[in-house]
């Protein structure tokens, strides 16, 4: 046997040896049940579609492939079938090229080119354009598949370098005008319109200061008020798709002024670059986790002092930047920080997360060649098919290992709770409890009023051989695959006795749900 060989068996075998040496730790959960602390969208799941071309590398890795709104298979019944089992998925369309792109329409004074490389340019590409016969496809796919669609404009038109990395002067309008109203003319359904990706505070390639942004989504606000005159419901406008900064926030929701801006978006890299060789580290720490919990609630206070008609969401978020890492950011681990965020997020009255990506990157939710669902797939369908709107208010001790998030069950009586494991070697065993200003406190557990004849719903998600960046997940014990004629597998839950303890095994995740639990809180 060979010394990699041998140091391969070694390694997996101290690993084995552990997970045998595994303890269990006690934790409790209790949950207010008099009112809601939060409300998200019933469409909080979102995913986003990205303009990148093959060419786009990272780090020596080109791991962007067809996966372009420019250039997806729009055919692929195993798309179109991931989408849909979402029966709605918000998509969100744009990203970093969103504005390099210009739209064939109307009396456009230039060329409608690809993207072409070149590395002396912003983002190391020429201007694109999009083709109306192409955008005519993309919302045919959208209309097949019922996608609730996003759509990030270029804000960068007619726009002028005032100092270094700083862009001035109006936005011009002109292409964008046309292309809205093109799409209106020919029936398109677009729930919010956005102007510009990642030009807020320091911006990523170049920014715009916030009184000249704010001046530009008044004009954006103006143009969709006059293109929708005539519908009752308008879309919304969503604004500045870039990564928070208090300040810069704060001035634009001041200058933008009252009912301007629909919905307040923001980016989440919070693992830093895809190279870093730390990113497992990070995703497993509580307390790393834990330090995003600072934007959002200074973007939740700042809503409320400087823009209460506004919600916020997230608009994109991959974790970590320059597309991921592959076998970390589209494996079974990501999905302890994926979820971890929706649970957080969620708290802090976040109608939408949009995760970057669909598909595109090391960090989509399907795999780029194939289409074929990543584990973060199968967690965001649990979400959205198990949390309702109605965030709880949840308190744990026990151990930091332990994230644990409640909501009202969607579209069912009851109650959902997630539970995150981050410990490598301890079973967390859970004791829950439910408080009310009626009925004090109950442990569910032992109220037989309650439970009798009733079953408790498990859905636990292990990584398959226990491998972390494996890129398969186990429901219940169970592979998670497509058929073989492309259909989505059932997530079935398995039945518990109610007066049973809630076993969370190390490094897994686990969705309950409690049917038979009525809360006030979860009454309409």
């Not at 960068?156 to 001035?168: A, F, H, M």
């Not at 005008?177 to 799409?183: A, C, L, N, P």
């Not at 289409?371 to 109605?390: C, F, I, T």
């Not at 969370?504 to 009525?518: D, E, G, K, M, T």
Request: net charge negative; glycine share 8%; aromatic share 12%.
């Amino acid at each position: 046997m060979g010394l990699c060989c041998l140091w391969i068996w070694a390694c997996w075998n101290i690993f084995f040896q552990r997970l045998s040496m595994s303890t269990s730790t006690s934790a409790s959960v209790f949950i207010n049940g008099d009112a809601a602390i939060a409300e998200t969208d019933a469409d909080f799941i979102c995913a986003t579609l990205d303009w990148w071309p093959p060419e786009k590398c990272d780090y020596g890795t080109c791991s962007w492939g067809n996966a372009s709104l420019l250039n997806l298979d729009l055919e692929s019944s195993l798309l179109e079938n991931a989408v849909k089992a979402f029966d709605p998925l918000k998509i969100r369309l744009g990203g970093t090229l969103q504005d390099k792109v210009i739209y064939d329409v109307g009396d456009l004074k230039q060329l409608c080119h690809p993207f072409a490389e070149n590395v002396s340019l912003m983002f190391g590409f020429t201007d694109g354009c999009l083709p109306m016969s192409r955008w005519d496809a993309l919302n045919l796919f959208f209309k097949k598949t019922g996608v609730v669609v996003a759509f990030g404009l270029n804000a960068l038109n007619g726009r002028k370098e005032v100092s270094t990395g700083v862009l001035g002067g109006p936005w011009d309008s002109t292409n964008a005008y046309d292309f809205i109203q093109y799409t209106v003319d020919h029936g398109y359904q677009i729930n919010s319109w956005e102007l510009g990706n990642e030009l807020s505070g320091n911006g990523v390639g170049t920014r715009i200061n916030a009184m000249q942004y704010a001046t530009d989504v008044i004009n954006l606000n103006k143009m969709l008020q006059n293109i929708y005159k005539d519908f009752q419901v308008k879309p919304q406008l969503i604004a500045p798709g870039g990564f928070f900064d208090a300040n810069w926030f704060k001035e634009f929701l001041q200058q933008s002024g009252p009912n301007i801006v629909d919905v307040v978006t923001h980016h989440i890299y919070n693992l830093g670059p895809g190279v870093d060789q730390h990113l497992l580290e990070k995703i497993l720490d509580p307390s790393y986790l834990s330090q995003e919990e600072s934007t959002f609630q200074s973007l939740k206070t700042i809503l409320e002092n400087y823009g209460p008609w506004s919600s916020s969401w997230v608009g994109e978020a991959g974790g970590a930047y320059n597309s991921g890492r592959n076998l970390v950011t589209n494996s079974f681990v990501f999905s302890f920080w994926y979820l971890d965020q929706l649970g957080m997020a969620s708290i802090y009255n976040t109608k939408s997360y949009c995760r970057q990506s669909l598909i595109g990157g090391n960090y989509g939710l399907l795999n780029t060649t194939t289409y074929v669902p990543n584990p973060d797939y199968y967690s965001a369908l649990l979400w959205h098919r198990l949390m309702g709107e109605r965030v709880l208010s949840l308190n744990s001790n026990g151990t930091q290992y332990m994230r644990a998030y409640a909501h009202c069950a969607k579209n069912n009586t009851g109650v959902t709770l997630l539970f995150i494991n981050l410990s490598k070697l301890d079973e967390i065993i859970v004791d829950i409890s439910t408080y009310s200003q009626n009925e004090g406190q109950n442990n569910l557990s032992t109220r037989t009023d309650l439970i009798k004849d009733k079953s408790r719903l498990e859905y636990h998600l292990t990584a398959k051989d226990r491998d972390l960046h494996s890129q398969t997940m186990l429901l219940n014990g169970e592979i998670l695959d497509v058929t073989p004629k492309g259909d989505i597998p059932p997530l079935e839950p398995i039945e518990v006795n109610p007066e049973t303890p809630i076993s969370i095994a190390p490094l897994s995740i686990v969705f309950v749900s409690l049917p038979y639990v009525q809360l006030v809180a979860c009454i309409r």
